[in-house]
C-alpha cells in the first residue's frame, strides 16, 4: 500500500506529528511525507490511503501553507481513501477548535474521497468545531496546547483504528 502524509506546519507541531505518523504507519505500507508549502500535493493521486494535516490558526483559519492547495486543486480523489488528523488550542479557541481539519474534509469530499477514521469528541474541552460529523471529529484532534501528555496514545489508538478500518475494507 502506498500511503501519502501531506501537512502544513507552521511551528513545526504538525510535522512532528506527521513524522510520529509515518513511523507507526511504515510497517503497513510505502510511506512518504509531504510538507504542502515545498511539495505541494505532487504524487497524492498515486496514493492509496492519504493523510492530510494541519493546525488552525486565527479564528479557525487553515494553516498558511494549506492556502494555496485547500481545494485541492488538480487533484482526483474518486476512490482514494482520506484520514485527516489536525492539532489546535481548545481553550484558547474553543469555538473554532482544530477547524482547519474541517476545511480539508470539506474538500477531499468534494473531491470525491472516503474517509476513515473518525474520533471521538471525549476528552476536549470545546466549545464548537467545524471539524464535526455525526458527532464525531472528521479524523484525529490533537491538542498539543493544553494535552501534549495525551498525543501519543491518542496517535497509537487512531493508527489501530486506520488499519482495523483498511483490513475491513480489504476483506
Known sequence: MKIGIYFGSTMGVTERIA???????AEFGDVTV??????????????????LGTSTWGEGELQ??????????GVELDGKTVALFGTG???????????GM???????????????GAWP?????????????????VGLALDEDNQPEQTEARIEMWVAQLKAELGAEAS
Open 102 to 116: 474541517g476545511v480539508l474534509a470539506a474538500a477531499a469530499a468534494k473531491a470525491g474521497a472516503r474517509r476513515i
Open 89 to 99: 488550542d481548545a481553550a484558547g479557541y474553543p469555538d473554532t477548535f482544530v477547524d
Open 34 to 51: 509531504h510538507n504542502v508549502g515545498i511539495d505541494g500535493l505532487a504524487g497524492m493521486a498515486a496514493c492509496d490511503l492519504i493523510l
Open 121 to 137: 469528541t471525549g476528552g476536549y474541552g470545546f466549545d464548537h468545531s467545524a471539524a464535526l460529523h455525526n458527532g464525531q471529529f
Open 19 to 25: 513524522s510520529n505518523l509515518a513511523e507507526k504507519l
Open 64 to 73: 498558511d501553507d494549506w492556502l494555496a492547495h485547500q481545494e485541492l486543486p
